[in-house]
């Protein structure tokens, strides 16, 4: 199970966020994780300079 980098509690929510979702933490409200609900819409930001 994941626990939460800033208070060490393991109780998170997931929020959407236009095309993305976040995963706060229910404690001290840290983002723990953001996820693009839809990947496709970053490759208008896709340049030589991608980080692999």
Known sequence: ?????????????????????LTVCLECGEVVS????????LKKYANSDIVK
């Open 1 to 21: 199970m994941q626990k939460c980098k800033n208070c060490g509690r393991d109780l998170f929510v997931k929020i959407p966020e236009y095309e993305k979702e």
């Open 34 to 41: 953001i996820r693009f609900v839809n990947p496709s819409i």
